[in-house]
Structures are given as C-alpha cells and as structure tokens.
C-alpha cells in the first residue's frame, strides 16, 4: 500500500485566490469520499499572514476525526503546535530547508534557527500524534548553496536525534532528477516521504524513480495545483491522479478510487477559478 | 548517443494556425543551430488538406542538406513520395496505425490498406533514403479496439517484411505506461524509436522506461507543442529540453545544446502566439 498524502488543501490552495472555510471543507470531504485518507488540511499560520489558510481550527473541525483518516497541519513554532493540538488534528508537519538562503527568504530563520524551533516544536507536540519534518531545497536550490552528497544527511539526523517521527524531502524549487533523488535515497535511506514539484515538469518522473529505489510515501496535489504561483501552475506538486494512475497500473494499492478523485477535479477548477495543470483532469 | 527526433515543426505545428514558409524554416534553422540533428521538418500532403504544412518543398529548399543533419517528411502515399525524393529529403516517415477505428477515422483506410499503401511508397522510395513506419496506437486506443500483446509484433513484423528501415511506436492518444512501454519492448525488441504524447501527463515517464528498457530514438517536440489542439496542448509530445535535461543529467550524450535549445523556446512560442506546454521553457 502506498501512503499518498494529498496536501492540494494546503500547499495548492495556499497559492491560490482564498476560498472560503466552507468550500476548503467541502473540497476536503470530496476527496474523503474518493478514498483519501491522508490529507494536509490546515495551515497554522497567523490569519493575516496567510489569509488563504485562514481559519485553521475551522477546517479541522468540518472535517471530523475517523478511522483510517489522517489529518494533517503544517506549524512553523509552539503557538501553532499548541492550536493543532487543540483541535484535534492527527499529524503535524514542520517544514525546514537544507538552504541557508531559502530558510532564510522563505522563514526569515538560518537553518540553525530551524532547528532550535523544530525542536521546540517536537518538544511542545511531546509525542502526542505523529510528527513529520519536511526538508525543503533536499535536492538543490536556486542559491546553489545545498550540497546533497555532503550536507543531507547530516542535516536529516539532526531531525532524526531531535525525535521527529517522520522525514520527508521536498524538492521545492524543481533541483531534482531520477539520479538526485537515487543518490538521496543512498544517502538517507527509503523510509522517507517524497514532496516532488514539476517546476521543471520532472517531478512524476522524479516519484517514479522514488518509489523503484522503494520509497512509499508521496505528497501529491489534485490537478497538480500549487507551488509557485507560475501562469498554469506549472511548478504545482505532482498530480495525484497522474501517480495515482500510474501506481495502479505498476500493480500497487492505493487507498484511492481514481475515477471518483477524478470526478472532483471540475470542482476545485471551478473553486479556484482556472484550469488545473494536470492533463489527466482534463481527460474525464 | 541518443537519437533525438525534434518533430515540432512537422507534428507540433501540424495543429497550430499556420505560419508561413520563412517562419517554419527560420524555426527549424534555429533548432540546427542549436545542435539539433534529426528533424522532422515537412509533410507531404495536399496543401489544401492540411494548410499548416503546405510548401513542402520550399521549406526542405530552406534547410540544405549537411553532413550530420537528417531531414525527415512524413509521406502518405507514392506521390508524396516521389516529391519527397525529387527535393532531396534525407528520410521518409510513414503513419499506419494499429487501431483499425483510428486508422479509418484518420486516413479513411483500412490497416489491410494501409499495408498495401506502405508497400507502395517503399517501393516507390526504392532504399534511397532510409524509411521509418510509425505505428500510432502501438499501446492501445481509445476505441478499444488494439490487443498489444496479441496484435502488435504480427503487425510490426508485416512491415519489416515489406523493407522499411526503422519502425517507431506511437502513443497517439496517450495509452501507454511504463508498464505497457516495457510489454511493448519485449514483444518487438528495443531497437525502435517511440513517439509519446502527454495526453495523460505520462509521456516523459513512457519515455524513461524505454530509455531504462533500451530505447536509444526518441520523437519529441521543442516547448511540448503538438497532438491534438486542446488548450494548453496538454495532449503534446514529450518536451525535447525536458528529455534532454533528464537525458544529459543521467549521463546521456544528445547532440543538443540544451541551453541553445531553450534560448529558442521564446521565439516558437511567438510565432505560435501562444504559451509552450512544456515548464523547463519558461524558467529561462
């Protein structure tokens, strides 16, 4: 079975025009009925500084606990750990970057910053639900300031010793190929998510390669939305219903039935109010 | 050294408004000057059939013949043919299709005349110049109507019968996974070339299962344009710069300047006025 993290209500959404709390749980419970069951659905940001993920503690609770569905927020410091632990939520994720320049534009934080509050974090969450580090610029970054071969590991143990329960590698800014990502894999091991984007229109090919090396856990956005606000969202996360479709193909399981994942596409156009990325939305 | 076949100028422009002779030509000497060595440049068709193509002649009279340089046209019938080899074109592309629905709706013919129809323009090329049958729907059709694993290496092997040089697998209509790609292979062996549509998003992975299965000829075209005239030409070929990207970065030897060849990016989306498909167009 192969973990597919939907995170389009989080890392899509986040780029796009707000939609309201209402239309956010709405999406989120399409996606619940075509079998998703682990979701990134909430952003613990202050309102004013994400206005598109306002109303965290909202969505959570339009959005009920139940069996077999993992509910998952992005918290970047104790008061966001401390409001998804209020709420209820079963997963937090914390994102830090292996590039010094990137944590530094992205959070306004070095990297060592980072790991004091990750730390802080983990300490406040005190194991209490399921904690997972993602590690932006993994593969590279723009700054030319990530060295994979000498840097990740490193890098990733300190999230490890620190007692995160999970890690994940992001390519953020479209660095990685199949050969990056196998030699990050060597690096770090298998047992790792995958947050792929196609800024270079790489990124499923990118999973593919992920899941051969024998990674089974991949974030992925319907219709490919998000990332960087590029015309056609073209640096979006890998479609969900592209790797979804490939994954059934290769013989692997899924939670999903991708006929009706695919009956939700026209609802998120329609919400967000452009076409979606992915070609394979387009197609039913 | 991977052969890398640039068909934007036959296949990709196929479907867009037309432009004019010296537009087509000046694309195509910019895609030279950029390293690439095997193009797909005319078709000979009627020019009141298919407007985007017409001046065949004039366009191959606009790019000479070089040493390294592989000038191909894709013909339809013998008078295609005889004009093919009067304007001293160095290699001939002919389409049949392994779908009998597809072939009908098309070309108005039958596979059986298909075969027939090949026979004659082999003939009629009598090995002056080297002859490529591409074979669309190889991995299936959206009629339903293809059996891979019963139908294709019979209707491969028809055609090897009749003295073509090169056979290429099409996936016309977006069919084909890595799965499907690596069947395909063993059925017919890996000495052809495939030409993989992104009609599902797929096609650039299609294309690195064959790579990792043995395929050294890939059709593609420059910015991902081509295929049916959806918006967005999501349903385009494989994108060269994209391929060559993963090609180089694997350690692959093309004879494209991948920088020159994104340089060149702009100028297409120009003169087709429209945004390419492709992501890596647009990050330089």
Known sequence: MIDIREVGPRD???????????????????????????????SFMRDDLVPSMAG?????????ARAGLTRTGLVANTKGAKRALACGLDEVTITVSLSETYSQKNTGKSRREALTTTGEILNCIDAKIPTDVVISCAFGSPYADVSMQHDLLKFVDEFRGLGCDRITLADTTGEATPRLIREALALVGTDVGLHL?????????????????????FDCSLGGIGGSPFANGAAGNVATETLVFLLHDLGYQTSIDLDKLLA?????????????????????
């Open 12 to 42: 899509g959404l986040q780029v796009e025009s707000p939609l309201t709390v209402e239309q956010r749980i709405e999406f989120i419970q399409c996606l619940i009925a075509a079998g998703v069951n682990h979701i990134e659905i909430a």
């Open 56 to 64: 965290a503690e909202q969505v959570v609770a339009g959005v009920p």
């Open 197 to 217: 984007h196609e800024t270079r229109g790489t990124g499923l090919v990118n999973a593919i390669a992920g899941l051969e090396a024998g990674v089974r856990r």
């Open 264 to 284: 939700v596409a026209p609802l998120l156009s329609q919400m967000i109010g452009h076409r979606l990325p992915s070609a394979l939305a387009h197609l039913h």
